[in-house]
Every structure is written in structure tokens, then in C-alpha cells.
């Protein structure tokens, strides 16, 4: 079997070119479009399939890139178009004795094949129907269908097993309909191929039809089915619901709703013995998108309503396609008159299939713009069939395969809903090409002006590319301003800030039209404030205004602009256009230079540029004090105070512009906590003018620390000393710490007062506090001559003692005034002494308790049996010399050493080393005579003493050494890279 592939084949092919509208000549005046307009190529292409069948082809189906070919000598072709080189061929001769194939059936995944054989003469053998798995060679009978011609079969679309097709409708020639789901596993207790079986609905009411076409669609997203079936000339819709989807029949939940009402049908006149039914599937899995019906008056076409607006109707926007005469031969008709044998439908288009053609059409407007010659005199076209899921196309006659390949069949689509009016179809049919997208956007404005929906038009031609002064004209000739305005301002919305010429023309030619349209309405309506018309012009006007492009325009020709609206006398516009692009200082100089000051606070409220409250604030506050510290109090931080202190200070001359000063200067202190010691000070001196009664509560609120305050005290100081604030004077000595001073001060008002200033200093100044009590004492002895008050001092401060204010009273006072002062001093003392003796015998019996442990702990013992080990080598500790701590460690003394050695500091090594040294230089020397040999012997023991004194004054586990090391690192620094390099 010669190996398939696919090679183009030169025949008579044909495909209408069509041309698009031209370019108009205008469209470069706003910019030209350099594009390609025209796809090359025709959208159709048959490829001939070099195919060499062993006998005449006479059934073709495809279905996911699996073509089954069936031909006369009863044998098939499976061919899976991803390995073309294996076909495999399955005979059904035995199958088939005195039968002949009258038709295939393969589901849309081509896992499941059906083939009908129906006897060759008479009725019989009856007609049969086998079953083919895609995975096998073998085939099996369907027993209960023996005796019924299988036309046509409904697959399930739902179905994505591989063994088993799910719940199918199968139609017969006799307009039978059966529901059955067929399995290919092999099971042991299943005789039977069919799962179940069962006739679910008899189409013609015993007329016996034969069923062309059978499909059923579950509709998404609810519980609706869609069932089609066609006749030779009917067609039947069946829509229900399936409450139940596990019982079987499933479909039979639908059929039953019309078993006992009158048919419903679309009929169709024909004399043809058969009709054909396709689909258009946007992919698998999903509702189908249209639907064709080939009957000899042509093809009815529909779409297929997903939401079944109409419950009984899945099938809109119906019509009849008649299938075209003509010929792109160069004749005015094909050389045959009879109706298509078949077709199939693409997105777009439709292919019929005549004996010696294949023809093209478009389901938009029906035009023939694909035709294709068979050029074989003997062999004639047989059928042309569609794979659903790859959407490849195929046509075969008894020898030959065709494969038609179809090249961007929406590249013309835009061009047919243009001339059909449906423009929104065709912007999305032109795939961002702007050349088509600007002549359907043409197109659309005309037919828009045309209608007088001129507002709609002005939008629409603002997108294209036409001349803008021919558009302009256009809407003038008909005096349509505002639709003028309309087009002028979004064509300002499609150009580049770098257009500032075109800017300019139109930003001043929309302002004209706006200031013209308001001065007309200004000139009829006296109160046109409240016209609706001026309030909607005023609202588009600010708004057009409030454009990023007119105002940078406007800044670029604000000379020319404000001429232009002062000419139209739009005094109100010209105000607002001035705020707008912050020329607000010359609108307040107009203001106050005619004296209207609360419109000029108002603008100087209604703009953002905080220097111009520094520059205007002073005179706004001599005419309107409060309006203005309001206006001020309401910027909040945004204004600096100190920049206002000029403005503030030049208007305090008088009681009610000083307390609106005042009000701002406190806002400023207490909410917004300002710290600007020249604003506290200018609060403070307005206190001590015109509110005396606050200067207190101010000094107070601001701390008794002298670090703490914000205003200059000795400032204040020198302020309330002019206007006579003495308790004031009293606080501020206070505070600068004069506290001599303050006291003298505070006893010239009261007695109290002083007192609490003579508390005031710290605790630890015993003397300058006593000097303070006995200042008072002494007034209160010279001034009131008051000893009751006197001795009272004796209690509030335990510093002043009775000796020490007796030298305030006269020779001529009785110590009777004294005796209880006098005694209670003494028991005082009494009392001191007492303690002093107490204190004293404590201390020495804690020495005696301290000595007595001192000589407990010379000749406390511990005991080292023979078995005990060091705590550091383990080795027995009485091998060598050793170190017995108070906690009960015990340590070899060279064991010590060695762990001790890292944490000492380098001092204490060095120092430790050099003791090792002499002690071993000592131990080596020879002892010659006695008294050398003591001398040695004491320099032994301070060394040993001193080796001591470093390594065992603490225990190596339980001391601070140990705890210190705590955070030392396992690896030194200096030894990690060696460390590192050892584990690597």
C-alpha cells in the first residue's frame, strides 16, 4: 500500500478575489496608513492525497485525525493521519456475505466506528450493524439492531471514554430512534454489546421516513437537552429537560414530553432521496455554534441559541441559502443544475459537493467565491465529509482522496458586515487593522449623519482619519455646534502633547464656540445663573477646561485666551480660567483693590500656593480679623507660623484684632503643637497686654523645667516685671533658679506661696533649702511677729530646727513660747543618739560573727579517698599534685592549668608562664646549705602562692570564668578556615 502524504495538485481551481474599498485620498492628512489591505492566497486549497485504493472507495468518515475508508471488496482502511505510513486493513467479508456497506458511523473522539450492511438485493439477509474498536481488528455484531437499517447516529459530544460511547441516539430508515450505549469491554457475564436498548420515539407517526441527520447537544450550564432530526424533507427540534442524568434511556426523559402532542416541523418540498445535516463546532466539547441543512432547495442555515431564549426553538436567525448556478469558469452558469450531493460548513463558509465540483460560498451574504473542477471524465465526486475536532476537510470520488486546506476564511468577513450595516461585527471581524478599521468607522459616521444623529457621528468620525477641516465643515453646513464640540474635543484627546499647533487651534476654536452658545443664552435670559441650558454649557465648559491639554495649551497662550474671553465679556470665566491656572495673586490685588475683601480671602482659600497667605494675610487681617484667622486656622500645618509673625505682629494694635491673634497663635501651640520660640514669646507678651489672666496657666502648661519650655524666660521675666505680673515674676525666678529672689517676691503677695518655692529645689540641696525656710521664718517672725505660725515651720520642714529661728525673736520673748519646740527637739535628739548606740552594737556583733567564720573556714578539711578522680582527665587524682575546691571539684594541678590557660586574658597567661618558669628554676637549683635552702624554700612558696592566687581562686566549673565563656564560640576565628578545610 503506497504510503499517504500530502502533495498540492495542480487542477482548475478558482477563487473570487475581493477587492476592498479603496483608500480614500483624505486619509493622510491626519496620518498616513502604511498596511497591507489584502491577504495573499485563496482561502481554500484542495491537496490531492497520492492514494492508490485496492478496489473503488465507497464510504469516508474522519473524526480526530482518524480516517476510516471503506471500499467494495468489503474491506477497510484505518489510518491515523499522525503515522500516514501504517494503514491497516480490516476485512468484513464474512460479515458481509450477500450484504453491502451502506453506511459509517464514527464518534467524534474515533474511538467507536458503526457500520450499516444492508442486503445487496430483496430484504435479505436483514440489515445488521457491527461494531469497531479503534484499538482492535475485530468486530462485533449488535445483535438487537439486526433487522433495522442504521441512517444515521447521534454520538454523545459529552463522551470522552475510550471503551464506551456513553448514551447514543441511533435513527433508521423506517424513522425509528433508538437509545443505546455500546461498550467495547469484553465482559464475561455480558453476552450482549449494547449495554441497554431501547426505542425511544418514532418520527411521522407511522409514515416510516428515513432518518437523515440525528444529533443532541446538552445545553450548558443547565439540565436542557437539544435533539435535531432530520427527513428528506423535515426537520424536527426536541428540547426538554432531564431531571434525572443516571436513568437510562436518558433522552427518553425528553422525547416523552412529545409522544402525545401533534408534530412540529420545518418541511422543506423536495424530490431528492436524501438530505444532509452538518454542525459548526468552535471546538470540541462545547454547543455547537450554526447549523446547515442541504435539501434541493438549498441549504437552511441557522445559529444555535446557547441561552434557548425561545424553550421551543434552539435554531435563530433561519434562512435559506440558495445554492449558487454560477461559476468563476468564466461562464454565467456550471455546466449542472442539480443540487449539491453534500456539504460541509466552516466558520464563514460553506462547501458544496457536486459530481464534478466543489463550490464555495459565503453563509454572510451567500456570494460564490470558491470553485474548484473535478477534471475526471469516468470517476465522479462521491461525498465530502469534515473531521469535528481538527475541522480538516475531505473529499473523495472511487479512486482519489482530496484534502481542502482553508487559509484565513475571516480575512474578508469585516469587509461583508460592512455592507451589510452590522458595523460592530465587522470592528471585530478587522483584527486591529487600522486601514480597515478606519474605513468601517467612516462608513459608520456617514450612515449616522445621514440619519441626523449627529452627536453619534461626531464620536464616530473622531476615530478615523478623514480630513478634519471637511469633517468640521460638514457639522457647520448643518450649524450642528455641539456636535462640533463633540468632535473637536475628541480629536484633541487623540493628539500628542508634541501637536501643539493643532492643540492650539482647537483648544481656542471649542473655547469660541463655548463662549459663543453662553453669551447667547447671557443676552435672552437676565437670570441665566438659573437657565439649564447655561448651567449644562457651564458644566462642559469647566470640564473641557479641567482637560491636561487645554490647560498646558492654555499656559502656553494665556494672553490670547484671555483676550478671547474678555471680548465675549465673560467676566465670571475669565475669574474661574485665572484660579484654574494659579494666576490667584492678580485676582486678589483686583479684589482689594475695590475693596472686596471677603472675595478676596475667599480666592486666597480656594487656591494651593501657601505663599500668597504670607503675602495677603496682613491686610485681610486689619478688614477681617476672624474670617481670616479662621481662613488661616483651617490651612492647618500647611502654613509656617513664623512666615505669619510679620503679618500677626503689624495687627495687634487694638483688644479684637489681639484676641483673633491670640486664638490663631493657641491653635498653632496646643493643636498643632508648634515649638517656635518667637511664636511663644509673641503669645506671651499678647497674655501680658490684653488676657493677664492667662499668662499663669500659660507658664504652668509649659513645665517647671527650664529645658522643657519654649518661650525666653528671661524675656518673660523682663515682660511681666514691666506690666506688674508678681506671681508671674515669682514662677519665672523660680524657673532661671533665683531662688532667693522668688522667695523675696512670693512673700510680698503670701506666705503659701513662698512656701511651695521653697519646696520647689532639689532634695539633695539641704542648704539652700533651709536658707529658704529661715528666709520665710524670719519674715514671718520680723513682719507678723507670729510664733504659732513659726513653730508650725518646725513641722513642715525637718530641716529648721528650733536653735536655729531663735536668734529671729526678741530679747523680750518668754521661753514659755519655746518649752514644747524646745523639748521635742531634745527628745530628737535623744532619739538620734539611741539609734547611733544601736546601730554601733550591730556592727560589732556582724565583725564578731565574720571574725568567728573567718577562723572556721582556715581549719575547715575535706576528704580525698584513694579511688577519687580528676574531674577533668578522670585519671586518680593522688598520682599527682591536685587542687580540692570548696564546691568538691578536684583537679590535677597541670590538668588545671591546661584548662584554665585559654581563659585567662594574655596578661595573665604571661604572667602565669613566668611564674612556671621560676618555679622550675627553683626546684632545679641545688640546695647547698641550710640557710639557702630556706630562702629558696620561701621563694617557692610566694610563687606557688601566686600560681594559686591565679588558677585555683575560684573553681574551673563553678566560677566566673565559666560563666563568662558562655558565649565564647567552639571555633576561634583564627581556626575556622582549618577547621573547615578538615570536615570538608
Not at 276 to 295: A, E, I, R
Not at 789 to 817: A, G, K, W, Y
Not at 854 to 862: E, G, H, L, N, V
Request: aromatic share 10%; with cysteine.
Amino acid at each position: 500500500m503506497t504510503s499517504m502524504f500530502d502533495q498540492y495538485e495542480q487542477a482548475s481551481q478558482r477563487s473570487k478575489q475581493v477587492v476592498p474599498p479603496p483608500i480614500r485620498t483624505d486619509i493622510s492628512t491626519a496620518g498616513f496608513i502604511q498596511m497591507k489591505l489584502q491577504d495573499d492566497g485563496p482561502i481554500f486549497t484542495k491537496q490531492k492525497i497520492i492514494f492508490s485504493p485496492s478496489d473503488k472507495i465507497i464510504h469516508l468518515v474522519v473524526s480526530s485525525n482518524l480516517i476510516i475508508i471503506a471500499m467494495a471488496n468489503n474491506v477497510l482502511l484505518r489510518i491515523d493521519m499522525k503515522q500516514p505510513d501504517k494503514v491497516e486493513e480490516i476485512d468484513i467479508s464474512k460479515y458481509a456475505v450477500g450484504m453491502k456497506m451502506s453506511n459509517l458511523f464514527l464518534d467524534p473522539l474515533g474511538y467507536h466506528l458503526l457500520i450499516t450492511l444492508t442486503p445487496k438485493n430483496g430484504d435479505n439477509p436483514p440489515p445488521e450493524l457491527l461494531y469497531l474498536h479503534r484499538k482492535t481488528t475485530k468486530l462485533k455484531q449488535a445483535g438487537k439492531f439486526k433487522g433495522h437499517e442504521i441512517t444515521a447516529v447521534g454520538w454523545n459530544f459529552s463522551n470522552i471514554s475510550e471503551t464506551v460511547t456513553g448514551p447514543i441516539l441511533v435513527g433508521t430508515s423506517k424513522g425509528l430512534i433508538f437509545e443505546t450505549e455500546i461498550s467495547d469491554g469484553d465482559k464475561i457475564f455480558n453476552t450482549s454489546l449494547e449495554q441497554y436498548w431501547r426505542q425511544v420515539f418514532d418520527i411521522g407517526k407511522n409514515s416510516k421516513p428515513p432518518i437523515t441527520g440525528l444529533e443532541f447537544h446538552k445545553i450548558p450550564n443547565s439540565d436542557k437537552y437539544m435533539i435535531i432530526v432530520t427527513t428528506i424533507m423535515r426537520i424536527y427540534q426536541y428540547i426538554g429537560s432531564v431531571q434525572n442524568p443516571d436513568e437510562k434511556p436518558l433522552l427518553q426523559q425528553v422525547f416523552n414530553k412529545y409522544l402525545n402532542v401533534q408534530e412540529s416541523f420545518v418541511e422543506v418540498i423536495s424530490s431528492l432521496t436524501y438530505s444532509k445535516l452538518q454542525f459548526y463546532y468552535p471546538s470540541l466539547g462545547v454547543l455547537p455554534k450554526s447549523f446547515g441543512w442541504l435539501t434541493e432547495t438549498g441549504i437552511l442555515y441557522a445559529h444555535i441559541d446557547p441561552n434557548l431564549s425561545d424553550p421551543k426553538n434552539a435554531l435563530i436567525k433561519q434562512q435559506m441559502i440558495i445554492c449558487p448556478e454560477a461559476s468563476l469558469m468564466g461562464n454565467s452558469k456550471s455546466h449542472t443544475n442539480t443540487a449539491p450531493l453534500s456539504f460541509v460548513l466552516t466558520e464563514f463558509h460553506a462547501l458544496l459537493l457536486y459530481p464534478d465540483r466543489v463550490k464555495g460560498i459565503s453563509l454572510l451574504n451567500q456570494d460564490l467565491i470558491f470553485e474548484d473542477i473535478y477534471n475526471d471524465t469516468v470517476e465522479k465526486l462521491l461525498n465530502i465529509v469534515k473531521d469535528p475536532i481538527n475541522r480538516s476537510i475531505w473529499a473523495y470520488s472511487e479512486r482519489a482522496v482530496f484534502k481542502y486546506k482553508v487559509t484565513k476564511e475571516d480575512r474578508n468577513v469585516w469587509q461583508v458586515y460592512l455592507d451589510k450595516g452590522e458595523f460592530e461585527l465587522a470592528k471585530q471581524y478587522c483584527k486591529d487593522n487600522p486601514a480597515y478599521i478606519d474605513q468601517v468607522l467612516v462608513k459608520q459616521a456617514e450612515m449616522l449623519f445621514k440619519n441626523e444623529q449627529y452627536e453619534e457621528s461626531a464620536l464616530t468620525y473622531a476615530d478615523t482619519h478623514s480630513s478634519f477641516e471637511e469633517i468640521s465643515l460638514k457639522f457647520l453646513q448643518e450649524w450642528q455646534i455641539e456636535a462640533l464640540k463633540i468632535f473637536l474635543k475628541k480629536k484633541l484627546g487623540g493628539l500628542k502633547p508634541q501637536d501643539k499647533t493643532q492643540i492650539t487651534m482647537i483648544v481656542v476654536w471649542v473655547i469660541e464656540l463655548f463662549m459663543s452658545q453662553m453669551g447667547e443664552v447671557r443676552s435672552n435670559d437676565s437670570s441665566y445663573t438659573h437657565n439649564p441650558q447655561y448651567i449644562a454649557l457651564q458644566k462642559q465648559f469647566d470640564s473641557f477646561l479641567a482637560m491636561q491639554k487645554v490647560e498646558d495649551c492654555i499656559k502656553r497662550n494665556r494672553k490670547t485666551i484671555y483676550e478671547l474671553m474678555s471680548s465675549h465679556g465673560d467676566k465670571e470665566n475669565l475669574m474661574r480660567l485665572t484660579i484654574m491656572h494659579s494666576n490667584h495673586e492678580e485676582v486678589i490685588r483686583q479684589h482689594l483693590y475695590k475693596n472686596n475683601y471677603l472675595e478676596a480671602l475667599e480666592v486666597l482659600k480656594s487656591q494651593t500656593n501657601k505663599d500668597l497667605f504670607y503675602q495677603f494675610s496682613g491686610i485681610l487681617l486689619q478688614e477681617l480679623p476672624r474670617p481670616t484667622v479662621t481662613a488661616l486656622i483651617s490651612q492647618g500645618s500647611l502654613l509656617k507660623p513664623s512666615k505669619l509673625l510679620p503679618a500677626l505682629v503689624s495687627c495687634n494694635s487694638d483688644e479684637k484684632h489681639a484676641k483673633e491673634i491670640i486664638r490663631y497663635l493657641e491653635f498653632c501651640i496646643y493643636k498643632q503643637s508648634c515649638q517656635e520660640q518667637a511664636i511663644h514669646n509673641f503669645l506671651l507678651s499678647l497674655y501680658a497686654r490684653y488676657k493677664k489672666e492667662e499668662v499663669m496657666h500659660y507658664i504652668s502648661s509649659q513645665g517647671q523645667y527650664i529645658s522643657m519650655v519654649h518661650y525666653d524666660v528671661h524675656y518673660a521675666l523682663r515682660l511681666c516685671q514691666e506690666v506688674g505680673l508678681t506671681e508671674a515674676c515669682v514662677q519665672l525666678s523660680a524657673l532661671l533658679g533665683l531662688w532667693t529672689t522668688a522667695v523675696d517676691l512670693a512673700l510680698t503677695i503670701k506666705v503659701d506661696l513662698a512656701k511651695q518655692i521653697a519646696a520647689m529645689p532639689s532634695e539633695r540641696d539641704d542648704t539652700l533649702r533651709k536658707k529658704l525656710w529661715l528666709k520665710i521664718a524670719e519674715h514671718v517672725v520680723r513682719e507678723k511677729n507670729d510664733i504659732q505660725q513659726v513653730m508650725e515651720f518646725l513641722q513642715q520642714c525637718d530641716l529648721v530646727r528650733i536653735e536655729d529661728i531663735l536668734p529671729f525673736f526678741s530679747d523680750f520673748v518668754t521661753i514659755d513660747h519655746f518649752k514644747d519646740a524646745i523639748c521635742k527637739s531634745l527628745q530628737d535628739y535623744n532619739r538620734h543618739i539611741q539609734d547611733l548606740k544601736e546601730e554601733m552594737e550591730e556592727a560589732t556583733k556582724a565583725a564578731e560573727v565574720i571574725r568567728k567564720d573567718i577562723q572556721a573556714f582556715r581549719t575547715r578539711c575535706t576528704f580525698v579517698d584513694a579511688r577519687d578522680t580528676c574531674n577533668s582527665c578522670d585519671i586518680q587524682l593522688l598520682l599527682r599534685p591536685f587542687y580540692v575546691f570548696p564546691c568538691g571539684h578536684r583537679f590535677h594541678s597541670d590538668c588545671l592549668v591546661a584548662a584554665l590557660t585559654p581563659m585567662l586574658s594574655m596578661d595573665q597567661r604571661t604572667k602565669l608562664a613566668d611564674l612556671q618558669r621560676q618555679l622550675t628554676a627553683i626546684s632545679n637549683r641545688s640546695e647547698d646549705t641550710t640557710s639557702i635552702g630556706l630562702v629558696s624554700l620561701s621563694i617557692k612558696d610566694q610563687i606557688k602562692a601566686d600560681i594559686d592566687e591565679l588558677v585555683a581562686s575560684e573553681c574551673l566549673y563553678c566560677g566566673e570564668l565559666m560563666i563568662e565563656s558562655i558565649d565564647k564560640p567552639f571555633i576561634e576565628e583564627e581556626d575556622y578556615e582549618r577547621v573547615m578545610r578538615e570536615w570538608a
